[in-house]
């Protein structure tokens, strides 16, 4: 079945150091992978996404990279600031099925320190 | 802002209770999308509307319904509430129905059932 497992749970860093989030999705048809952020309170907002025919995409500090052939997805974060503390989500949906429902991964809280 | 509202933000019911839960999408979107978030599950998908059809079905409970009207606003049913039934409800909306298209979340219903 559809399962997008994510590590780690939980991501300690130093302010001004680098965060890296990974996910591995199953359904080798996945070909759309959005990254989310969800702050306390909130509802998880698109941070950046990536499609199956692109291997990289940087926007600013946050770069995510896709391997599709390990079925494997990262975020990366660098120059990591107290406001990247969040819960971050990765998800993976099928661009050829009829639907754009969209398969979380569990969530990563990073917590970047001052 | 993502453009999405919910109403309403908090929701605190009985068990054996019924509620309904609002969406309305961003502008121009079709596509609305409801998930649940629990503690323990993550963001699961629920249904998916298009236009006022449905499109796709997932971990939806028989007691949970769903519709899109006409002005593309959506509503989830929740009926015959069980404790365990106590999350966050997302709504999220996209222009298409299909993947590989963004799609913004909503700021969520906190459901307690008590």
């Known amino acids: 079945g559809e399962n997008v497992e994510q590590h780690p749970s939980t991501l300690s860093v130093q302010e001004g150091d680098s965060a890296v989030i990974k996910c591995t999705y199953s359904?080798?048809?996945?070909?759309?992978f959005p990254w989310y952020k969800q702050e306390l309170g909130k509802g998880p907002q698109l941070i950046i996404d990536?499609?199956?025919?692109?291997g990289e995409k940087k926007d600013q500090r946050i770069a995510v990279t896709l391997n599709k052939t390990a079925k494997h997805f990262s975020l990366h974060i660098t120059e990591t600031q107290p406001e990247d503390s969040a819960v971050y989500f990765c998800a993976a949906s099928k661009g050829s099925s009829n639907t754009g429902k969209l398969i979380f991964g569990q969530g990563t809280t990073l917590q970047v320190k001052p | 802002d993502s453009g999405v509202t919910q109403t309403p933000k908090h929701l605190i019911t009985a068990t054996g209770q019924r509620v309904t839960l609002r969406c309305s999408p961003r502008?121009?979107?079709?596509?609305v999308y409801w998930y649940q978030q629990s503690l323990d599950q993550g963001l699961q998908f629920l249904i998916q509307y298009y236009n006022g059809e449905e499109r796709a079905k997932g971990n939806i409970l028989e007691r949970f319904s769903a519709q899109q009207f006409p002005d593309l606003h959506s509503e989830l049913n929740l009926s015959s509430l069980e404790l365990g039934d106590s999350a966050l409800y997302f709504c999220?909306?996209?222009?298409?129905?299909?993947?590989?298209?963004?799609?913004?979340f909503g700021q969520g219903t906190r459901l307690t059932v008590v």
């Open positions: 999220a909306s996209s222009l298409q129905p299909l993947g590989q298209k963004e799609a913004f």
């Open positions: 502008s121009g979107d079709l596509s």
């Open positions: 359904d080798s048809a996945s070909n759309y």
């Open positions: 990536i499609r199956s025919n692109v």
